[in-house]
């Protein structure tokens, strides 16, 4: 089900986070759990929010992204409320950061538009990484295959800037991370499988979901400029910018 009406908006956590910080922590505690002080932590290291809100204002998902690199974004938080999680606004707040960086890039220099770009998150949901591995390269790989020395520097970055339990850098999991948040731990019976077995096999051997062990995956997908996840989001911004511009009366 798709819901109509809905909108992502970007914000400055800086600047908003005194008008933002209550309402994202109902968000949390109504999607993962008590949230504690950890959405003040989280907007201390965003440099940009994305929220959603649904036809009555209502805040119904938000992602706090950092940049990494110049061409690498790290998916600080992304929470979905529950109600909303299949309706198209999980995959719209995730990609409103890719969105935003390329328009960022192409004003700086047009031929950034051909580079690749990576986003790095955490997840626990093999559904979440399948979607992401259909549209991009993905490291850790359900293959075995070892990390590249770039990817074990992305790891080595997050976890000099975020604290809290540092990933396995062979396996790229994070043990018992999501335990503090029994709404982010997949419970038995209604586990989040992807439906691919080499993915499905990673998550139940390495994060080992069926146990609810509370662990994350530590992941990274580069987005190279041919994939069709980036043609996507190069037509929303293009359209958002002729908006914009249309708007000012300047092209």
């Known amino acids: 089900m798709r819901f109509k009406g809905t909108r992502v908006v970007r914000f400055d956590p800086f600047c908003d986070g005194d008008r933002m910080i ?11 759990g008590e949230p504690d002080s950890q959405v003040e932590h989280w907007m201390k290291l965003a440099e940009w929010g994305f929220a959603a809100y649904d036809r009555e204002e209502r805040l119904v998902g938000v992602a706090l992204v950092r940049h990494l690199r110049e061409d690498v974004l790290w998916t600080i938080a992304s929470v979905v409320d529950p109600d909303y ?6 995959m719209r707040i995730n990609t409103a950061p890719l969105m935003h960086l390329w328009l960022t890039r192409v004003r700086r220099s047009p031929l950034s538009a051909f580079r690749r770009v990576a986003l790095v998150n955490r997840t626990s ?19 075995g295959r070892e990390p590249e020395p770039d ?8 976890c000099e800037v975020a604290g809290g339990p540092a990933p396995d850098e062979e396996t790229f999991v ?12 997949p419970k038995r019976g209604a586990l989040p499988w992807s439906g691919d077995p080499a993915i499905d096999g990673m998550f139940r051997e390495r994060v080992q979901l069926e146990d609810c062990k509370g662990h994350l995956l530590f992941m990274i997908s580069r987005f190279g400029p041919h994939a069709p996840i980036w043609h996507g989001i190069k037509r929303q911004a293009l359209r958002a910018l002729r908006r914009r511009r249309l708007a000012r009366g300047t092209w």
């Not at 999680?85 to 999980?90: A, E, L, M, N, W």
């Not at 992401?132 to 359900?142: G, I, K, Q």
Request: hydrophobic share 40%; aromatic share 8%; glycine share 8%.
């Open 85 to 90: 999680q299949r309706g198209g606004i999980t």
């Open 125 to 143: 949901n093999p559904r979440v990484y399948r979607l992401l591995a259909d549209r991009s390269e993905v490291f850790p790989h359900p293959d």
């Open 22 to 32: 209550e309402p994202i922590e109902d968000l949390v505690r109504d999607s993962w």
């Open 174 to 185: 994070i043990p018992g991370a999501s335990l503090p948040y029994p709404g982010l731990i």
């Open 151 to 158: 990817d074990l520097e992305l790891l080595r970055a997050v």
